[in-house]
């Protein structure tokens, strides 16, 4: 499914989708509808050109760790889902959720009611000497 994306992201993103529909092959998806292209044109002594189209605003911390490896030419191929390098151990990623709404917030955060626990009495702040 696709996210809602401002006026402003369509409009930069709008160049970056031209090239993608004249040059670009695509490589794949991930959990997070992000959709991987490489260059169809090579030119000669060069590196392949790699580009990521995000589902929604674009944010980097949305790229797992799979994909970022492919992007920065770590890794030839993307890896598969049943790749040895997979761990049952390793969690999910996650992106990164600072300044938006679904960021973490102790209780004394202003946004959480701003409400602090009280102290227990064994602070003593530090003055000069």
């Known amino acids: 499914m696709k996210e809602r994306i401002s006026f402003t992201t369509f409009l930069s993103n709008l160049q970056i989708r031209m090239f993608t529909w004249r040059r670009g092959e695509q490589v794949g998806v991930d959990q997070f509808g992000n959709t991987y292209y490489r ?4 030119a000669t002594g060069t590196r392949e050109r ?3 189209l995000y589902n929604g605003e674009p944010e980097a911390s949305k790229v797992p760790p799979e994909w970022h ?3 920065h030419h770590t890794v030839k191929e993307p890896l598969k889902a049943g790749s040895p390098f997979h761990k049952p151990w390793q969690k999910p990623h996650h992106p990164n959720a600072t300044g938006s709404l679904t960021a973490y917030r102790p209780p004394g955060h202003t946004l959480e009611g701003g409400q602090r626990d009280r102290a227990t009495g064994d602070y003593e702040p530090w003055t000069p000497g």
Do not use: F, H, P
Request: hydrophobic fraction near 40%; charge should be positive.
């Open 39 to 42: 260059d169809k044109r090579k």
């Open 50 to 52: 790699r580009w990521v």
């Open 69 to 71: 490896g492919w992007l």
